[in-house]
T-cell receptor
Framework: DAKTTQPPSMDCAEGRAANLPCNHSTISGNEYVYWYRQIHSQGPQYIIHGLKNNETNEMASLIITEDRKSSTLILPHATLRDTAVYYCIAYNNNDMRFGAGTRLTVKP | GAVVSQHPSRVICKSGTSVKIECRSLDFQATTMFWYRQFPKQSLMLMATSNEGSKATYEQGVEKDKFLINHASLTLSTLTVTSAHPEDSSFYIC????????????FGEGSWLTVV
């Protein structure tokens, strides 16, 4: 079973920041938090991952709480192309399992 | 980012035949590869994990004799669906990781299998 819980769906206005939460209260100390997204009928696209520190790349920012029990993926300026299912995964070594994810709909 | 390629992207086969799906890491050596199956409107379900040169580790409920996984090189893993049935029709996705945990895992584009 997945070790993360996410809201099933969220809406965001185009141009605004999209903040996608993820709870991983049972994450162990050596597990990373990974974020992927999947657009219909395609393989998941890597977004970002982190262990303890906040991370930022050209796609998004990842904010991990100090106790590591939750995290937030931030898409700073959402576009219509960001509409997808977003998956948060707690992972270490041979066990990358997907939960149901959050279906983000970016609206004009 | 790194590229993982799957082939074929779509395949139709007759019931009772076998079909092979390839997963290649194009610009890195994949020590670990994962295979998933995804039914419409559902999440990805992990089928098996394979480490190069070792036998794959299958998830509970996945028949290892039906879904043959080979990871003979650091850039190629194959999934063979044997004696395919219509209920095996699904979207099959692979992913690959270079080196140790903490390294990014990249996914292929997926392969649609339709068994008629």
């Amino acid at each position: 079973d997945a070790k993360t819980t996410q809201p099933p769906s969220m809406d965001c206005a185009e141009g605004r920041a999209a903040n996608l939460p993820c709870n991983h209260s049972t994450i162990s100390g050596n597990e990373y938090v990974y974020w992927y997204r999947q657009i219909h009928s395609q393989g998941p696209q890597y977004i970002i991952h982190g262990l303890k520190n906040n991370e930022t790349n050209e796609m998004a920012s990842l904010i991990i709480t100090e106790d590591r029990k939750s995290s937030t993926l931030i898409l700073p300026h959402a576009t219509l192309r960001d509409t997808a299912v977003y998956y948060c995964i707690a992972y270490n070594n041979n066990d990358m399992r997907f939960g149901a994810g959050t279906r983000l709909t970016v609206k004009p | 980012g790194a590229v993982v390629s799957q082939h074929p992207s779509r395949v139709i086969c007759k019931s009772g035949t076998s079909v092979k799906i390839e997963c290649r890491s194009l610009d890195f050596q994949a020590t670990t590869m994962f295979w998933y199956r995804q039914f419409p409107k559902q999440s990805l379900m992990l089928m098996a994990t394979s480490n190069e040169g070792s036998k794959a580790t299958y998830e509970q409920g996945v028949e290892k004799d039906k879904f043959l996984i080979n990871h003979a090189s650091l850039t190629l893993s194959t999934l063979t669906v044997t004696s395919a049935h219509p209920e095996d029709s699904s979207f099959y996705i692979c992913s690959a990781r270079e080196g140790d945990s903490g390294n990014t895992i990249y996914f292929g584009e997926g392969s649609w299998l339709t068994v008629v």
